[in-house]
């Protein structure tokens, strides 16, 4: 696969540009305190506030900045003022425990903790574990901006990944491959100076802080809110969004409620699982107007692949294969499926202006196994390490929830191999059903699953679940799934 090149713009340069043009235009919104409404011109004298604050901190030039944050203006504020003083972020997730945030901060030098009101007490203690200062950030003075400006190689923030196969992992994001995902993400989700852009993924993950990069870069209005529940997705309406973005596992949720409908929404971004063929129809009636777009991708770099507006609207009319795959690599990426198999799989390699963490040959090797169909739509079958080897065939759990969710008593599924003295793995699927009181049955689904998967595929251990467990970022926690005790 080709790949479209360019000038590479340097993120903070995208920003300050926003600022001045949007000077008197309102570019951020606090969803759960309206009255928060800062123009171009407030948000950079809050940005001079954010950066004083770092000055009378402590927080040296050149260090990275742990920070326990959500989403919210003054949270923005202090991201910006970091990338344009050489003191990066890092966004921290408040969920992780104790010993698991010690982990990350470890690997971060500034002598200073950030935390905000809501999570000051982790932040303290967080503070003390590691030999920090720590300081909360509330309402942020106003003051003169400083030169807001960077060379492109350095970090603008610093991201963790999800750590949903272990602990999470540093990420480094560059100014100039910031900017460049700026540009790359605005085209794909049609995002300008017109939108109103929100987000219900957590600050500190890559579709909530590089999400909203991507959006102040356009010039695009931005509506906070800390968190995600279904009362705060019905305060959208009263603002005027017309972007946002959700996991499919929210959407469901969202349909449940009836709440999903907000009349001025335009286009709406998934990512982080696909989306149920019967959800897409739901969610298109509900809303029948909205394009929807899957973009693919990790922390590393996003995004690699995406499933167009258009795409959505073939499935819903009948091709449901589509909904399979994450679409077709996007034209500022070289994608390849690295050393296939028989079966056309292999690893995902991707290289691109915009990808955060690149091995040293340019590539990025995501740990995601796939295969092109032949129309070049791109199908993940799982990660390396989820592969499931049974008498010595590869079995990816992916595949097997994807076939298994297809039926119609089938709410969603998750796919692991258990030991086995027989075979080395035996598959085990983890079931939600559609109506708890009437689940289906084992034979069922195993005879539903023969119709497309070869034998050895087929899970030949059940398990009845209310719910799967998963991440504040909405991916399944494989090793968190209930295990009987006979296994």
């Given amino acids: 696969m080709t790949m479209r090149t360019s000038g590479t713009p340097v993120w903070i340069d995208l920003v300050a540009q926003a600022l001045e043009t949007g000077r008197d235009r309102v570019l951020l919104t606090a969803a759960d305190h309206p009255g928060t409404r800062w123009t171009g011109a407030e948000l950079t004298r809050r940005i001079g506030g954010a950066a004083a604050l770092l000055d009378q901190a402590g927080c040296p030039p050149g260090t990275v900045v742990p920070a326990l944050m959500t989403t919210r203006p003054e949270a923005m504020a202090m991201v910006v ?136 870069a356009a010039g695009a209005e931005i509506v906070a809110f800390p968190r995600f529940t279904v009362d705060a997705w019905r305060s959208l309406e009263h603002l005027g969004v017309t972007h946002a973005q959700a996991v499919p596992a929210m959407i469901e949720m969202l349909l449940r409620a009836d709440a999903f409908a907000l009349p001025s929404l335009r286009l709406l971004q998934y990512g982080a699982s696909p989306i149920h063929p ?24 996003a995004p690699l692949t995406c499933l167009s507006p258009e795409d959505h609207e073939r499935a819903a009319a009948g091709d449901e294969e589509l909904l399979d795959s994450v679409g077709r690599p996007v034209e500022e990426v070289e994608l390849i499926v690295h050393e296939p198999d028989e079966t056309g799989v292999g690893e995902v390699w991707a290289r691109g202006a915009h990808l955060f963490a690149p091995g040293a040959d340019g590539w990025l090797r995501t740990g995601d196994l ?118």
């Fill in 81 to 216: 003022a970091g990338a344009a003083t050489e003191r990066p972020l890092a966004p921290l997730s408040p969920r992780l425990t104790l010993a698991e945030l010690a982990d990350c901060v470890a690997d971060l030098d500034s002598p200073v903790l950030l935390s905000e009101p809501g999570s000051a007490d982790v932040g303290h203690a967080l503070a003390r574990r590691c030999g920090r200062k720590s300081v909360v950030v509330g309402d942020l003075p106003r003051a003169d901006a400083p030169a807001l400006t960077a060379a492109g190689e350095q970090t603008a923030f610093v991201l963790h990944t999800s750590g949903t196969t272990g602990q999470p992992r540093r990420v480094d994001v560059r100014q100039d491959r910031l900017g460049a995902r700026a540009v790359v993400n605005a085209r794909l989700t049609r995002l300008d100076a017109g939108s109103v852009y929100s987000a219900s993924s957590p600050f500190h993950h890559i579709g909530g802080l590089g999400a909203f990069a991507v959006a102040l």
């Fill in 278 to 301: 019967a959800t897409l129809r739901r969610a298109l009636t509900a809303m029948p107007g909205v394009a929807f777009v899957n973009l693919f991708g990790q922390t590393e770099g």
């Fill in 370 to 487: 796939g295969r092109f169909d032949e129309r070049g739509y791109v199908h993940l079958v799982g990660r390396k390490g989820d592969m499931i080897i049974r008498g010595g065939e590869n079995v990816h759990p992916l595949e097997v929830e994807q076939t298994l969710a297809r039926h119609d008593a089938v709410e969603e599924a998750a796919v692991i191999g258990v030991p086995d003295e027989r075979v080395g793995e035996a598959v085990m699927a983890f079931i939600v059903p559609r109506d708890p009181s009437a689940p289906p049955e084992p034979a069922e689904l195993r005879a539903f699953a023969r119709t497309t998967l070869a034998g050895f595929k087929v899970p030949e251990r059940w398990e009845f679940v209310a719910a799967l467990p998963r991440n504040p970022n909405g991916k399944v926690r494989r090793r968190d799934l209930p295990l009987p005790r006979s296994i």
